[in-house]
């Protein structure tokens, strides 16, 4: 650090905020200034550098809101860690993070309630007993299953309870987890939407099942399509489809259950980020119509952060048992003191008012986006706008999606093609939007169609 100050203090001409900006960024891309690194408060670094404090300030929630800096209150401003390639986060070349981040599948990091869940974590540690300290229940903690199945029951209108409920580490630990109880059950092959999210197919075939795709139109999932294929078992996102962005129809969601009572089959419902609409309302979840049929999906990872590795099942009573037991054997349960954080946390109203907040805040940052793609990108036509985190930018016969997720990149855009997700649909872009600030919007698409341009 002792280095970059002095460089900062050259007396170049002209240099102020912007430059400053500028030469920490580099510096965090570069790795001169390593991930964990502290920096001097706004104070200090602007009496070195003979600045205002206003300036070093501005710079410090710039970089923060591109990801590069992290302000902790009572332990200062410090250098983030950078995902790398591939890691999930919006990942540029050189492994630095993206300037603008429009990757599908995060919520907003930086909107995690930081203060409302050290309370709970405060409150969690002083009230639980010593003996919650040890392995947790293999199905989860009692108290969180029955806080959540009211929660899912008053939101969702899923039928729950806490003799339905395994908790899990989040979706993809849920599909595991599942995978080998299907396998057992003599289920050979297992249907899933095409396209669906990244790694979905790969999972399920690694845990020994065949996995058959089924196309995804306007109205979702073909059940007619699922019917011929065979399978007993489907994953699907039913309020919100990964990566297209459609819902379930009414008589899409009808049919399914239909299929399932015939076949006596198992709808696997991944709910991944339902709880966020903006032009419609909820969907109530497909569970409701049909409990001894579906197993139903949740997580945190899109609502607060991944970080928490905190998700879900809610499954048929006889299949409990066994899905709580594998879960023993797997990992010994899921963490027993997240879980008894997020039990007050939800209890206490802090779960309900963080979705409120961050509906209204993601629904002005979807908003924002449509209009500059209007302005700046209009070859862009956008669908699945009225839900979730992400939207569908469906680009011009004959495009490269790939291609142009590729120069996105090398603008400072994390971007994905729809073509990674399954080959052969018509040239899209997946875009998140959370991840990007209001303010920001405009420049992250002016970038985006840059890319597509060149």
């Known amino acids: 650090m002792e280095e970059v100050l002095r460089e900062l203090s050259l007396p170049v001409e002209g240099r102020r905020g912007r430059s400053l900006e500028g030469l920490l960024r580099e510096r965090i891309r570069r790795g001169v200034l390593a991930p964990g690194t502290r920096l001097p408060s706004s104070r200090d670094l602007a009496g070195q550098l003979g600045v205002a404090r206003g300036t070093v300030t501005a710079v410090y929630r710039q970089l923060a809101a591109e990801g590069y800096l992290v302000a902790v209150r009572g332990s200062g401003t410090r250098v983030a860690e950078l995902a790398a390639p591939g890691a999930g986060g919006g990942a540029a070349p ?23 869940w050290l309370r709970a974590v405060r409150a969690a540690l002083a009230e639980v007993p010593d003996a919650a300290l040890g392995y947790p229940e293999a199905a989860g903690s009692r108290e969180f299953r029955a806080e959540l199945a009211g929660y899912l029951g008053r939101v969702r209108s899923v039928e729950a309870s806490a003799e339905r409920i395994v908790v899990t580490h989040g979706t993809f630990d849920a599909l595991g987890l ?13 249907a899933v939407e095409d396209p669906c999210g990244a790694g979905q197919r790969e999972l399920l075939a690694r845990s020994g099942l065949e996995v ?45 259950v239909a299929w399932a009572r015939e076949r006596d089959g198992l ?60 879960m023993w054997l797997r ?47 209009p070859q862009a036509v956008p669908e699945g706008i009225d839900a979730g985190l992400h939207v569908l930018l469906r680009l011009p016969e004959g495009s490269d999606d790939a291609a142009v997720a590729r120069r996105a990149q090398g603008c400072g855009v994390a971007v994905t093609a729809l073509s990674s997700y399954a080959p052969g649909h018509r040239p899209a872009l997946v875009a998140g939007f959370a991840g990007v600030p209001v303010g920001r919007m405009r420049a992250a698409v002016s970038a985006l169609a840059t890319a597509y341009v060149h």
Do not use: N
Request: hydrophobic share 45%; net charge positive.
């Open 94 to 116: 050189g492994g630095a993070r993206a300037r603008f981040d429009l990757s599908p599948g995060l919520p907003s990091l930086a909107a995690f309630p930081r203060a409302a």
């Open 178 to 190: 599942l995978a080998g109880h299907l396998r057992e059950e003599g289920h050979g092959v297992i």
């Open 212 to 256: 058959v795709g089924v196309p995804v139109d306007g109205e979702g999932l073909d059940v007619a399509a699922l019917a011929a294929t065979g399978a007993r078992a489907v994953v699907v996102t039913a309020a919100h489809h990964y990566p297209l962005g459609v819902a379930l129809s009414a008589a899409r969601r009808r049919a399914l």
């Open 267 to 326: 709808i696997v419902e991944d709910d991944y980020d339902a709880e966020y609409r903006y032009d419609r309302p909820a969907l109530a979840a497909v569970q409701g119509m049909a409990p001894e049929h579906v197993v139903y999906s949740g997580t945190v990872s899109k609502t607060l952060a991944p970080a928490l590795r905190l998700g879900w099942l809610v499954v048929p009573v006889a299949r409990h048992a066994d899905l709580a037991r594998r």
């Open 331 to 377: 990992c010994r349960g899921a963490g027993g003191l997240d879980q008894a954080a997020f039990t007050r946390f939800l209890s206490g109203g802090g779960y309900d008012r963080h979705l409120r907040v961050t509906r209204a805040e993601y629904r002005r940052r979807r908003d924002a986006f449509l209009a500059a793609l209007a302005e700046l990108f």
